[in-house]
């Protein structure tokens, strides 16, 4: 397995990866719209990276995350938005590696930490976490605005 940064030849498979993330979350495996893709991910101003775990031509899942300021006092820190591995290919490692993988990452920018949420009702996703050595922050609630 390999974990690679999405490039704009990717952005087919990122397509039907969104939509096979909706559909684990009960909505439709409708793919994710590829012009939308493109624009956030390789235009001008992305506002996100996409890793892909792979083995050989498969794509094994993904992780996409966005730089946040500030962070502690002038700090930056990554955000995980997404981590998704395909059911074929769950609980064999790839979680893991693209965890690392995004940590690496937040490293080599200079981030001094990396949040994200999961859902309260994933206890394999909640396990999954305390295993990398993470902490539910107590204190914080999610909000959403629609725009």
Same mark, same amino acid.
């Given at each position: 397995?390999?974990?690679?940064?999405?490039?704009?030849? %990717?952005?087919?498979?990122?397509? @039907?990866?969104?939509? =096979?993330? =909706? #559909?684990?979350?009960?909505? #439709?495996? +409708?793919?994710?719209? /590829? %012009?939308?893709?493109?624009?956030?991910?390789?235009? $001008?101003?992305?506002?996100? +990276?996409?890793?892909? *775990? @792979?083995?050989? $031509?498969?794509v094994l899942?993904?992780?996409?995350?966005?730089?946040?300021? /500030? *962070?502690?006092?002038?700090?930056?820190?990554? &955000?995980?938005?997404?981590?998704?591995?395909?059911?074929?290919?769950?609980?064999?490692?790839?979680?893991?590696?693209?965890? $690392?993988?995004?940590? =690496?990452?937040?490293?080599e920018a200079?981030?001094?930490?990396?949040?994200?949420? *999961?859902?309260?009702?994933?206890?394999?996703?909640?396990? &999954?976490?305390?295993?990398?050595?993470?902490? /539910?922050?107590?204190?914080?609630? &999610?909000?959403?605005?629609?725009?």
């Open positions: 397995m390999r974990i690679e940064k999405a490039t704009e030849a %990717d952005t087919e498979v990122i397509s @039907r990866l969104l939509g =096979e993330v =909706e #559909s684990y979350y009960g909505g #439709s495996d +409708t793919p994710g719209d /590829p %012009d939308q893709i493109r624009g956030a991910l390789f235009g $001008e101003h992305p506002v996100a +990276t996409v890793l892909l *775990a @792979r083995a050989g $031509e498969d899942g993904f992780a996409a995350f966005s730089m946040v300021w /500030p *962070a502690a006092g002038a700090g930056t820190s990554l &955000f995980l938005k997404e981590l998704f591995v395909r059911e074929a290919h769950r609980r064999g490692g790839v979680a893991r590696r693209l965890m $690392e993988a995004v940590q =690496e990452a937040g490293r200079g981030c001094t930490r990396l949040d994200w949420t *999961a859902d309260a009702d994933n206890p394999a996703a909640l396990d &999954f976490y305390r295993g990398l050595g993470a902490e /539910p922050r107590a204190g914080k609630i &999610f909000h959403r605005l629609g725009l």
